[in-house]
Structure formats: structure tokens, C-alpha cells
């Protein structure tokens, strides 16, 4: 049967999958260090949970059994399953579902793929991960949280041996206020339709605000106006001072995005940067107060590689409201380019330091000892797969990438030497398996960062 | 909207997560050091690649997208999409479609969830996590491969937590011999009905070796008297030759599972045992050479917690054959009944070793920059999400199972004072944030095992 590649479902080969890995367990490293609890919901919801008469209704995909004997499909609709597309409809199940045996604020992190049945592009896959923080409260959630979850990811995203990204924050309080108090009539069209001045000319914007949110072209200009500012600091505060709203959602706006542009600046990092960028407003209608979208450099054609916000009501059963915050990375959005622009590669394809020779079959008992003796002291290694002629098993470790091959010989008083050898450097040195080790940088596989692309990063760092 | 648990999906709540966390991580260490590399597959493959016309065909959970507009069922089945039901079928399509790219023998681990539309019951989900360990060759896979994944999956096993297990060993080869040599008509039907021994009686078993294999009832004894032979070492070499039937298959069989036997024997392990068990015999007719199957110790309910084998062709491509030999822990089939039952669980619900405490929202900054050196030196922590009384902080950390609060006082001179609390003895210390640090028992959620169920386990092991 022939075989050929599904479009929008990317797999990675053995190299590049230890790129996907090595950042997946930074970013778990990262969240945990910060308490956060890592949990994963299952990967199907009930369609009438998923599918809210939105866009991304028509993207969903729906299980059905092959033989789903003696059940029509209509007959079957209350109880349909479909993959989630987010994870954010999962969590707030997960919340809903388990209320009862959870600790609030509840603070977790996930990082599964999810699923969109959309038309593939670079950056666009049908199946792509995730990786998302969020903290959610019963009732209650103080805005500091705002602050404290995207510093979490300033700092995950810091730790990544990514290109520079760029934090970009808005506040859905700071726009509704400045609309509301320039007259817009109705804030919630104003909003989406400033969400498009990364698709359309201002122009264009312009006049979707006078006819699609009723305002004056005057109040339309004055929107633009806004959306114009973007700062690297809490200057913007003064900014929009200047442009002479008084409202007090305004001002609350004003003084949340403050806190979390200083928040997130007040940390010393050197690849994230951090902005107040007043045109993002995300269309989500869900969003109530702190938006962000994170950008890397080289790759604004990805549009954001992450983004997320404050939502007054994640989730709601009637008894409580579980407001909530958070902020989603794009594994697979960011990575799958980075590694077919060879900008990202992994160092080896198999976790092995060490190649353990094999001098004829007779001996692999002693090279599985060795081996055994190797790993005891956590240092991966595999034994030859057959007693082949030593350059060819040299070359079967530099295939692999695999640094050191190890060689064991008994003289005819049955005496054993060992030497391991440096494949790269061809240096070849006396060693002893029960105390040599590699240096730390070759123990396990990792992250080479390629500066052959437009991007200044160090190389292998 | 009510939200009610789905049936054969089980979610683990944060606590029960570090288990299944904890020992996905182990399993994924051991491979490592026996330097697997660990590769995911997209979780769908084509329908042609998953139906084969077996038992399993009915279970398989069939993708469309919710509204696919203008596109039939019918005219669209050719490119019809499924979830796979094991990590085998998508690993052979892997080896296919990138072959090219691979360094043979592979030697892969795959560790992810699989989907069945089967009816729930206690070890058997829908959506259930498998980990996979395989090594495959082109054309050609030496027999020592066999040898080296068991010991694998044995290593991998016995550094977990769980119950004891026990790997029963077979030999395929070594059943077809007998068989032949003794003369059954039909070698495979005879195979697929001694496999049924596990749920009828030996009388059944009989009569259906000679209705369905055309067996006499002579044949259809000595062939019971086969699968009754189970023993801890290679004894079963004399017992089977005591039987005096003479056949290569057969002899081949016996040297191949004698050194499995062996091979997995040789190392010291204190909670697995390895048996060759001749009953075993796995129904599914790829297998050509080596089968295992997997029992946990008070859970024999389950069945196999595990298995696999050898295959001579686990997948072709009119230019090239590739041999496999593999085996797989079922996960989920474990881990969902030991956590129900109390038998393990995680040590706290959060990873944060430690609570930072705050006497006041003014102070908040200067608990997150305490926060902040201990994370800088690995420390997983959180800051108290209000200035609550100290009482109500300590009930904070208490109820996620955090076992260190820090408290931080400035006197009218400007002078801090640290403290850290191990509120489980309710020992208060001074403690300087750049120093300090946790017993390495406590840095991390770990798996707590109970010794309240039937096993004989250390306690917190």
C-alpha cells in the first residue's frame, strides 16, 4: 500500500521530535516551577458544548463509530462527541465537572494537541498543540492573577531557544471605556471591527466602524486614533490622556494594563520584549479585561504564535461563576516552521551518548554489561546492533549522531580493556565504565539553533 | 449546562495526574537509557489502514467534519479518516512513509493515548494511554533484538511503583513445531483456539482443537499437555522434550524462548518475575516468533496489563520488508484501577514545594521576588493568592498538600526577617531565600503507595 503524507498533520522525525520534546518539558518546567498543577482532559466533548453557532463550528470534527450498529446518526445527534479545538472548552468542562474535588484559585497547565478541520497552511494544522496557563477562582479572582499568569509565560517563553517574542497587551476595559466615552453606540461591533486592522487597510476599518457599530466618522477617527498607540512602557497612560476620554472603566482599563506591562517588563529578560499595542483587541467576545498576542520575530506571516486574556465567566453551573485568566503558546505553530526552516534541529535522532561496540557476537553478553553498568548511572547508551567490522559500527553511531563509541578488548589471559572514542574529534582515551562519563553537554540530545536564518540567535545554544 | 462524566474516559484530578505524570516520565527514562528515541504519530490514519476486516473494525471511531459542505459520506470515503485503535498500525505507516529518512534498525518508544468504541469496563476505555517499545529492522532484525526489548519493557516495569507484575513468555515457532510435529491439520486454526484458553474450560478447548483445527482427540491432548507446561526458568526445554515430538520449528522455537527466558532472568529485578508459560499464545496472527504477555499482581481481573512479540513483517513496501519485535504496558489499564483503588496517588496536588506568604497587598512584589529566587534555584513555589490571615494562608498550602510556608517580616528599621514553616510538624525556622531549600523528597509531587489494598508494597516507596 502506498503511503503518502496527510496534508495539516505534521509529524516530526526522530532529530525534530527532540526539538518538540526538549520544549514541551522547558515549558512543564517552567509552569511547575510556578505551581502550576499539569493536568490533561480527555480529547472528545459533547458537540453541544464544542459547536456554539460560531465560525469554528464548520471545523469541528465529529466521531461516529465505524459500525455504529442499529444507531442512526440522527438518532445518535444527543450524544455526538466531537475533538476539542482548543483547550480552553476542555478546561472549563474539567472546571464545571470537577468543582467539587478542586482547590480554588485553581491553577493549571495543559499541553495537548487539539483539532481544526481547517484548510492547511504554514502555521495552520488540523492537528496542532498547545500549550496553556490559566488561573481560574469560584466567584472571585483578584486582578493580580493577571499579572502572575503572563509572567509565567514572559518566563516559559524566555527559557525557549526560540527567536525574540513580543508580548503585545490590551485591555478590553481600557477600549470599552474610551468608546464609551467618545459615544460609539454600540462597543461590542466597534471592538470586533478594530480586531481587523491586521486584515484591512484603516480606511477600510473606518468605515466599517460608522456603519457596522453606528458611530460618527469623527468618533471613527478618534477609535483609530486609540489603536495607533504602542508603547514598550506605561507610557501609553499619558497617551491616552492626552487624547481627552473620561470614563471610569477607562481609567480602571488604564491602571490594569499598567500593572501588567510593568509586571511583565520588571523581570530581566533578554529574547521577550514587552508592549502596550492598543489596536489588539482579540474577537472573542468572551475576553472582559487583559488581552495579549505574542509575535516571534521572523515569523509575523504566522500572525500570533500565542495569545489569550481575562474572562469574567469561564464557566458557570448555576451555583457559582469561575472567572478566570490565561494565555496559550502554539507549540506546533511556532516549532513545525522553526524546524522546516532548519532553524530548530535536534542534535542526534536517538537519545544514546554511547554506541557500545561489539567485537563478535560471542561478546555482546559483556557489551550488555557494559551498557547495564553505563546506564546504572544515567548515562543512555545502546549496544551495536551486530559484530560488523568497527568502522561500520563507527559509522553507525555517526549516523545516529551518537558521540562516543565505546570498545572493550580481552587479551589471552582474559585480561579487559576498555577505551572509549570521540567519533567527532577521533580522540580515543583508556576509561573505565564504572566511572567515566560524557561531558554534560552530550549526556542527552538537544536543541541546536541554526543561524543560517534571518534570525540573530546564538548558534547551539 | 448539567455536566455529567462520559463514560470510558477517565480524567484524573490533579493529584491522581502526578501519577500517571510520574510514571509516563520513569517509562520514558528507562527507554531513553536504552536509547529508544520517542516519537508521536498523528492520532489519525487513513480508514484502509486501520479496517482489516477483524473484530476490532466496529471499535474504530470514524472522523467528519461537522458541516463538510457539499462533500457525501459516501463520495468521501476513500479519503476517510480514523482514530487509531493501538499505537502499532500508525508505528507501521510511520516506518513506510518516512523509511527513507530512518537508520535501520529503529529503535522507537511511543507513549500515547489510543482510541476504542468499545463498552467500558474496568481496565478497558474508550480513550486509553499506551507505551510502546519496538525495534525494527530492514529486511533483516537479528534474533538478540527479541532479547534486548523485553529486557527493555522488564527494566521499564520494575522501576515503577505498581504491584508486582509478570512477564509470561511463548514462543510462536515453538507451538507451530509441536503442532506440526505432532501433526494437527490446521497449525493456525489450532493456535487461535489453545489462545481461548483463558476463558473456556481445557474440555471445550479440546473439542473445538477438534472441530475447528481438525485435530484428533489424541492431537487435541498433547497439544493441552503443551500449554500446561509454565515454569520460572528454562526447564521447559526438558518438559517439552519430554513430550518426544522432533521438528526444526519446534527446536528453533525452544533456543529462542530459553534465551528469552534467560536474557530477562539475568538481571536483578525484585518486583517483576519472568515465566515462559506455554498456554500463551496471543490471537493476533502477525506474530511469527516470541509473544509475552503482561499480569499485574492482584489484578489478574485486568488480563494482560501488557504484551507483544515478534513480527517477521510488520510492514512491507514492495521494496523492502520490516521485521519488529515489541511490547506494550497499557498505561491507562494500570494506572485507572490502582488510582481508584487507593493503591497509588500523588503526594500533593500542585508541584509548589513551598507558599510564600503575604502580610499585605502592599507587600505582594516583595513575596514574588522571594518567589523568584527560590524558582531560580529550582524550587517550584507560589505566592498566597490573598493577604489573608496566616491561619487561612497555612489552610491554603494544607488543603493542595504544599508542605513548606514562608513567612516574611519588615520591622520599623526596614529589616526583613524570613521564616519558613514544615507545617506538618509545625516546625518554624529562620531561613535565608538565597540557601534554603526542601529535603529532595519534597521538592517534587511524588507517588505515594498505600498498603491498604491486597499488595505487599513499601509505604511512600
Avoid at 516551577?33 to 482532559?41: D, K, P, V
Avoid at 446518526?73 to 455526538?80: C, E, R, W
Avoid at 576509561?431 to 553537554?441: I, N, Q, V, Y
Amino acid at each position: 500500500m502506498k503511503v503518502t503524507p496527510l496534508s495539516g498533520f505534521p509529524e516530526f522525525l526522530p532529530a525534530q521530535r527532540v526539538v518538540e520534546r526538549e520544549v514541551i518539558a522547558s515549558l512543564a518546567h517552567t509552569f511547575e516551577l510556578h505551581g502550576f498543577a499539569g493536568i490533561e482532559t480527555r480529547i472528545v466533548e459533547p458537540l453541544d458544548r464544542l459547536a456554539k453557532g460560531g465560525e469554528i463550528d464548520k471545523e469541528i470534527y465529529v466521531l461516529r463509530r465505524l459500525q455504529a450498529e442499529g444507531e442512526s446518526a440522527a438518532a445518535d445527534a444527543d450524544k455526538q462527541l466531537g475533538l476539542h479545538f482548543d483547550l480552553t472548552v476542555p478546561f472549563a468542562r474539567y472546571v464545571l465537572e470537577h468543582a467539587g474535588h478542586l482547590e480554588f484559585p485553581f491553577r493549571r497547565y495543559q499541553i495537548q494537541p487539539a483539532w481544526r478541520g481547517e484548510r492547511p497552511q504554514e502555521g495552520r494544522y488540523r492537528q496542532f498543540t498547545q500549550a496553556d496557563v490559566d488561573i481560574v477562582g469560584r466567584d472571585v479572582l483578584p486582578f493580580h492573577h493577571d499579572v502572575e499568569v503572563m509572567r509565567v509565560m514572559v518566563d516559559a517563553l524566555e527559557a525557549l531557544p526560540i527567536p525574540p517574542v513580543s508580548f503585545q497587551f490590551n485591555n478590553r476595559k481600557l477600549i470599552q471605556g474610551f468608546y464609551r466615552g467618545i459615544g460609539v453606540p454600540d462597543v461590542t461591533a466597534a471592538i470586533r471591527t478594530i480586531d481587523k486592522l491586521d486584515k484591512l487597510p484603516e480606511e477600510a476599518v473606518a468605515e466599517m466602524l460608522v456603519s457596522d457599530a453606528g458611530a460618527t466618522p469623527e468618533q471613527a477617527a478618534r477609535c483609530l486614533e486609540l489603536a495607533t498607540i504602542r508603547v514598550p512602557d506605561t507610557s501609553f497612560v499619558a497617551k491616552v490622556r492626552a487624547l481627552g476620554v473620561t470614563d471610569d472603566l477607562l481609567d480602571e482599563g488604564l491602571a490594569e494594563l499598567a500593572a501588567v506591562v510593568e509586571g511583565c517588563s520588571s523581570v530581566d529578560h533578554q529574547s521577550v520584549t514587552v508592549e502596550a499595542n492598543l489596536r489588539i483587541a482579540r474577537g472573542l467576545d468572551y475576553y472582559t479585561g487583559t488581552v495579549v498576542e505574542i509575535f516571534m520575530a521572523g515569523y509575523e506571516r504566522l500572525k500570533s504564535v500565542g495569545g489569550g486574556g481575562r474572562y469574567d465567566a469561564l464557566a458557570t453551573d448555576g451555583r457559582a461563576t469561575y472567572p478566570g485568566v490565561g494565555v496559550s503558546f502554539g507549540v506546533s505553530r511556532a516549532l513545525v516552521p522553526l524546524v522546516a526552516d532548519g532553524v530548530l534541529s535536534g542534535s542526534r535522532s536517538v537519545p544514546s551518548a554511547v554506541l557500545v561496540s561489539v567485537a563478535d557476537e560471542a561478546s555482546r553478553p559483556e557489551a550488555d554489561d557494559i551498557a547495564a553498568v553505563l546506564r546504572a548511572r544515567g548515562i543512555p547508551c545502546e549496544v551495536a546492533p551486530s559484530a560488523a567490522k568497527f568502522g561500520k559500527q563507527i559509522r553507525h553511531a555517526d549516523r545516529r549522531g551518537i558521540p562516543y563509541v565505546w570498545f572493550a578488548t580481552t587479551d589471552a589471559d582474559g585480561v579487559t580493556t576498555h577505551e572509549v572514542k570521540d567519533i567527532r574529534s577521533g580522540n580515543q582515551v583508556p576509561a573505565d565504565p564504572d566511572s567515566w562519563k560524557p561531558p554534560a553537554e552530550d549526556l542527552r540530545p538537544t536543541i541546536r539553533v541554526s543561524t543560517g536564518s534571518t534570525n540573530e540567535m546564538e548558534q547551539d545554544q
